[in-house]
């Protein structure tokens, strides 16, 4: 099918550069550390040197000034900077923040980082919530767990409205688990099936321990420039056809209908700025906090019907083999997780499009989603990305 | 801004400010009020300085019955560590009569009984000296007609 991109991609940015910081169990380092080694690997492919990066992106969830210290590590002074940070989701959405930057001239070699050490320091469980706020008020003295609290009840509820099973969710495990095993640096490689999943103990019920992402220290980097200059150097370059995001609470109590999610609104805008529509794109990289996020998720981005998601995953499609590879890292689930994942939803998309995969390497990728959910299903950005 | 404090884990308080003040002080007394504005009519939880549809100030306290229903609920089996002598403890979303949600527990109750949907009244349950929270138990459960 002649999907014309190349009529598209007049000023758009393109994927120069993608790369990780070591993952999983990473002792005796700072997270500046893994954003900085995930930026130079990054670079370094693109054929670039920290001093060709004029703007930076980072966002970072215990350093409230993430841009400026990774500035100072690299030895740099960007002329745009944006440490937007809403969540998981934000590194997709900083590629929108890029693409925009970038087309009005206000930066012309963009790096997006991201790095975390929540595993080896233990910050994600020491985590406190300010007792004035909102959250603290009228959620945390209840003995909610942020996110996993929000996340369990939007899987009940959707259970309740479409008939949705503990089984579909363990599906979505299963498949992401066939990827990983596939790929050398993801976690957890040993064969999983649906019956593990659901003898797996229920952290908060309807969720398994196992339809829970990872807790992992890691990082990754991605460095996006304008697309005429990215015809010109090392790697293929991976053209970002659209984008979209958006943010639609921040307490889960405030989600007035925990079935659909803002995935609706980035997903639209992703679809149409590309001239896209689901059927299109040939592999999905869907973060996957929980396994409930991807299941929400396709269904808001249109991959199914509302309230279908649970016999759409339930199919075998996600898999290797399947009409919708998703998450071929391995995802959050089994590959890594270091506290925020949306940068490796791109870190995969563009490896998949480059044909770099090995293994795991789905045939003929030339269209790829990336979607990434904040928060407590509170923020979504979704981009699109070909091969050029 | 996230801030981390390596000492144990005491049970998380509410601390009131001057907009969420009259809830807190009302539960103490056992009574359940949602804030409702005074130009759009609007009810709004959780209570805020301003109307979230007009943005007017002009917000009142009124006294609910407290009755509801359950639009969805989880078994906290492995619970954060200041609430470990709870679990299992259920978490829930009730939804009002006047159409406020909220998040709360539901109490004396073992979870098989419970279900979405179900009818569900306010009840306080002291957490310390200072703070009573709200929380909800089935209609028509044995605690309730004692």
Not at chain 1, 81 to 104: K, N, R, W
Not at chain 2, 72 to 89: I, K, L, Q
Not at chain 2, 137 to 142: D, F, K, Q, T
């Amino acid at each position: 099918m002649a999907l014309g991109i190349e009529a598209r991609v007049v000023g758009q940015i393109a994927v120069v550069g993608v790369a990780e910081s070591d993952l999983g169990i990473v002792p005796d380092v700072s997270a500046v550390q893994l954003q900085a080694q995930a930026s130079a690997r990054a670079l370094r492919e693109a054929g670039l040197t920290a001093r060709d990066v004029d703007g930076l992106f980072v966002a970072d969830l215990v350093n409230p000034l993430p841009g400026l210290l990774l500035a100072e590590y690299l030895g740099i002074t960007p002329r745009y900077s944006d440490t937007t940070g809403i969540g998981g989701s934000s590194f997709v959405a900083h590629l929108e923040h890029a693409s925009a930057a970038i087309q009005a001239g206000l930066c012309s070699v963009a790096l997006i980082a991201y790095g975390s050490t929540q595993r080896s320091d233990g910050s994600r469980a020491r985590r406190v919530v300010d007792p004035r706020s909102p959250e603290g008020q009228f959620e945390t003295p209840y003995g909610t767990l942020a996110p996993l609290t929000a996340y369990a009840l939007a899987a009940q509820r959707h259970m309740y409205e479409y008939g949705t099973t503990a089984e579909h969710l363990a599906s979505i495990a299963v498949s992401t688990r066939q990827w990983a095993q596939m790929n050398p640096v993801a976690m957890m490689r040993d064969p999983l099936s649906v019956e593990q999943v659901l003898a797996s103990r229920v952290i908060s019920s309807p969720l398994h321990l196992l339809d829970c992402c990872l807790v992992t220290d890691g990082g990754g980097a991605v460095v996006v420039t304008g697309v005429e200059r990215a015809r010109d150097m090392a790697q293929r370059p991976v053209v970002v056809l659209g984008t979209g995001e958006c943010h639609t609470h921040a307490t889960f109590g405030q989600m007035r209908d925990m079935t659909r999610t803002g995935a609706a609104i980035s997903g639209r805008r992703a679809f149409a700025q590309a001239g896209l529509r689901p059927i299109d794109i040939d592999v999905a990289e869907i973060y996957d906090s929980f396994t409930i996020t991807v299941l929400l998720s396709l269904e808001d981005l249109g991959f199914c019907e509302k309230g279908a998601g649970g016999p759409f995953v339930g199919e075998g499609r996600l898999g290797p083999g399947g009409s919708l590879p998703t998450n071929t890292q391995g995802g959050g689930l089994s590959y890594t997780h270091p506290g925020m994942f949306g940068i490796f939803t791109v870190i995969e998309a563009t490896r998949q499009l480059r044909g770099e995969c090995g293994d795991r390497q789905v045939a003929g990728a030339r269209v790829a989603l990336c979607h990434g959910t904040g928060g407590q299903l509170s923020s979504h950005a979704t981009a699109i990305l070909a091969r050029l | 801004m996230i801030t981390t404090n390596n000492s144990p884990s005491p049970r998380p308080l509410p601390r009131p400010d001057s907009t969420t003040r009259p809830y807190w002080e009302a539960a103490r007394q056992h009574w359940l009020v949602i804030q409702r504005c005074l130009d759009c009519d609007r009810s709004i939880h959780y209570p805020r300085a301003i109307c979230p549809d007009c943005l007017s100030n002009h917000l009142v306290y009124e006294e609910v019955t407290g009755a509801g229903t359950i639009y969805s609920f989880t078994v906290t089996h492995r619970p954060p560590p200041a609430f470990a002598d709870e679990a299992p403890y259920i978490v829930a979303l009730v939804d009002l009569a006047n159409g406020v949600r909220l998040v709360t527990r539901i109490v004396d109750a073992a979870p098989e009984d419970i279900s979405i949907g179900a009818n569900v009244l306010v009840d306080y349950m002291e957490v310390s000296s200072e703070v009573i929270l709200p929380v909800f138990r089935l209609v028509g459960s044995a605690a309730q007609q004692g």
